[in-house]
């Protein structure tokens, strides 16, 4: 099933410039400011194309990997972005399968000289192993909105050709194609038009091309690894990494959450580059950021179709941002003979239909209150007892199934409540019952829960308003 297709949006029209002689001594300043901020942005966007323009003509291309024509038919060919001085505009949706590398030498036929004869097992840059990471991503000028939906690498799928087994041997099997099929056949056969595949070495470059990153550590992580020279050694607390500290971030997987959690951690990254990294000057660097990391980047994207994805992220509202993770659960000891991340077939359905744009076969009901599980993480430091007027305001509203779950550890100015299946009408009818709070949609929540609500400090405001007005 191939995505919808539609013509890019027309460029709005300028507002008639004032004929009055009355006010035009006052608005003159004003034309002048415009004049050069337009200016300016064509020449930052003529650096920049005239930059990738170089980068396209004098380095190696970006598609390392070597497609027969049957695997090149699994991905749509056709345009996405425009041509001439809309070469940065999207043309139609988009679905982009990303996929993160970590390579070990036995995972390669033939591995690096200087990776042989060695006590430990280094990371190197090859696109030929296992998919530590997994993600599919629309990019839609329709909606405005990207949605990035996290695969977990457990995921146990069928592979054509080759059984059941956890989707991140699709790779191994058969590269970025038999991975694309894979992902298509498993979230219901969505279609995917081009992939991307980075090595984790490329991953930390990327970051410290980037400035290094901010973001919170949600605890103390300290692991090591002496087979692969793998030191983490993380505290907890708001910080800046540079690359090597966010991949020890991002590859610490050893809590009761595994690799889900690992996920969480991606997720909470990723939104935070986004609001660091997504603005024009770090379009105008891209030359430069491509020119650090293109020989560890495998993609059939062109150098023309990438800054058209990068122009429509930071042309992207954050709030139109959707991070989501593939519906299912854990297995059971002993349910498999190893351990997997079992997908639920109408947890997709209903995922897809409602951010991909694929059609249900059901119709989508309308949300009952009383059926959606709400789990409330408090970032105050509050005692229990701080949060049960907030559960009686719930229940006030129709939600019955409240819970309280872990704390949520980075302190919060502005509570988020978190989409944490996707369903972000669920997520808005809450917020408005409660009349605070942001919305978010991400997986970040409590894992068994529809929506967790973070309580931020301004539900501390919002009650205390509500004690004094009691009071009178």
């Given at each position: 099933?191939?995505?919808?297709?539609?013509?890019?949006?027309?460029?709005p029209s300028?507002?008639?410039?004032?004929?009055?002689?009355?006010?035009?001594h006052?608005?003159?300043?004003?034309?002048?400011?415009?004049?050069?901020?337009?200016?300016?942005?064509?020449?930052?966007v003529?650096?920049?194309?005239?930059?990738?323009?170089?980068?396209s003509?004098?380095?190696?291309?970006?598609?390392?990997?070597?497609?027969?024509p049957?695997?090149?038919?699994?991905?749509?060919?056709d345009?996405?972005?425009?041509?001439?001085?809309?070469?940065?505009?999207?043309?139609?949706?988009?679905?982009?399968?990303?996929?993160?590398?970590s390579?070990?030498?036995?995972d390669?036929?033939?591995?690096?000289?200087?990776?042989?004869?060695?006590?430990?097992?280094p990371?190197?840059?090859?696109?030929?192993?296992?998919?530590?990471?997994?993600?599919m991503?629309?990019?839609?000028?329709?909606?405005?909105?990207?949605?990035m939906?996290?695969?977990?690498?457990?995921?146990?799928?069928?592979?054509?050709?080759?059984?059941?087994r956890?989707?991140n041997?699709?790779?191994?099997?058969?590269?970025?194609?038999?991975?694309?099929?894979?992902?298509?056949?498993?979230?219901?056969?969505?279609?995917?038009?081009?992939?991307?595949?980075?090595?984790?070495?490329g991953?930390?470059?990327?970051?410290d091309?980037?400035?290094?990153?901010?973001?919170?550590?949600?605890?103390?992580?300290?692991?090591?690894?002496?087979?692969?020279?793998l030191?983490?050694?993380?505290?907890?607390?708001?910080q800046?990494?540079?690359?090597?500290?966010?991949?020890?971030?991002?590859r610490?997987?050893?809590d009761?959450?595994?690799?889900?959690g690992?996920?969480?951690?991606?997720?909470?990254?990723?939104?935070?580059?986004?609001d660091?990294?997504?603005?024009?000057?770090?379009v105008?660097?891209?030359?430069?950021?491509?020119?650090v990391?293109?020989?560890?980047?495998?993609t059939?994207?062109?150098?023309?179709?990438?800054?058209?994805?990068?122009?429509?992220?930071?042309?992207?509202?954050?709030?139109?941002?959707?991070?989501?993770?593939l519906p299912?659960?854990?297995?059971e000891?002993?349910?498999?003979?190893?351990?997997?991340?079992i997908?639920?077939?109408?947890?997709?359905?209903?995922?897809?239909?409602?951010?991909?744009?694929?059609e249900?076969?059901?119709?989508?009901?309308?949300?009952?209150?009383?059926?959606?599980r709400v789990?409330?993480?408090?970032?105050?430091?509050?005692?229990?007892?701080?949060?049960?007027?907030l559960?009686?305001?719930?229940?006030?509203?129709?939600?019955?199934?409240?819970?309280?779950a872990?704390?949520?550890?980075?302190?919060?100015?502005?509570?988020n409540?978190?989409?944490?299946?996707?369903d972000?009408?669920?997520?808005?009818?809450?917020?408005?019952?409660?009349?605070?709070?942001?919305?978010?949609?991400?997986?970040?929540?409590?894992l068994?829960s529809?929506?967790?609500?973070?309580?931020?400090?301004?539900?501390l405001?919002?009650?205390?308003?509500s004690?004094?007005?009691?009071?009178?």
């Open positions: 099933m191939t995505i919808q297709r539609t013509s890019a949006e027309g460029n300028s507002n008639a410039p004032n004929s009055s002689g009355k006010n035009s006052n608005t003159k300043p004003g034309r002048w400011l415009w004049f050069w901020m337009g200016m300016g942005g064509i020449a930052m003529s650096a920049t194309a005239g930059a990738l323009l170089a980068v003509l004098t380095s190696t291309p970006l598609q390392q990997a070597q497609l027969s049957q695997e090149e038919a699994v991905f749509d060919g345009a996405i972005s425009g041509s001439g001085l809309r070469f940065s505009e999207l043309t139609r949706p988009v679905n982009l399968l990303v996929m993160g590398m390579v070990l030498p036995p390669v036929q033939t591995p690096p000289a200087e990776a042989q004869n060695l006590r430990y097992l990371q190197v840059n090859s696109f030929d192993g296992l998919a530590d990471v997994m993600l991503v629309k990019f839609d000028p329709e909606t405005k909105k990207i949605a939906l996290s695969i977990p690498r457990d995921t146990r799928t069928r592979i054509e050709g080759h059984g059941v956890k989707i041997a699709a790779n191994v099997e058969g590269g970025p194609a038999l991975t694309a099929t894979t992902v298509s056949n498993l979230l219901g056969g969505v279609g995917i038009d081009r992939y991307i595949r980075i090595n984790v070495l991953v930390g470059k990327l970051i091309a980037l400035g290094g990153v901010t973001v919170y550590v949600p605890k103390d992580m300290k692991y090591q690894d002496h087979s692969q020279h030191y983490i050694n993380l505290k907890a607390g708001k800046h990494l540079n690359g090597d500290q966010v991949l020890q971030l991002l610490f997987r050893h009761e959450l595994g690799d889900i690992r996920i969480q951690r991606q997720q909470m990254v990723m939104r935070a580059l986004m660091q990294a997504l603005n024009p000057v770090t105008a660097q891209l030359p430069k950021i491509l020119n990391v293109k020989d560890n980047i495998d059939n994207l062109t150098v023309e179709e990438l800054v058209a994805l990068v122009g429509f992220g930071v042309r992207t509202n954050r709030t139109n941002m959707q991070m989501l993770m299912g659960r854990f297995s000891p002993n349910e498999y003979n190893a351990s997997y991340w997908p639920s077939k109408n947890g997709i359905a209903k995922l897809m239909a409602q951010h991909f744009g694929l249900s076969l059901s119709e989508n009901p309308v949300n009952d209150p009383t059926s959606v789990a409330i993480q408090d970032s105050t430091g509050s005692d229990r007892s701080q949060l049960r007027p559960i009686n305001a719930l229940e006030k509203a129709g939600y019955r199934n409240v819970y309280v872990n704390a949520w550890t980075e302190p919060l100015e502005v509570t409540i978190i989409a944490q299946q996707g972000g009408n669920s997520a808005e009818s809450i917020r408005n019952a409660l009349g605070f709070g942001e919305v978010r949609v991400e997986s970040t929540g409590s068994n529809d929506i967790s609500i973070q309580v931020g400090k301004d539900w405001q919002q009650k205390s308003l004690e004094d007005s009691s009071k009178f």
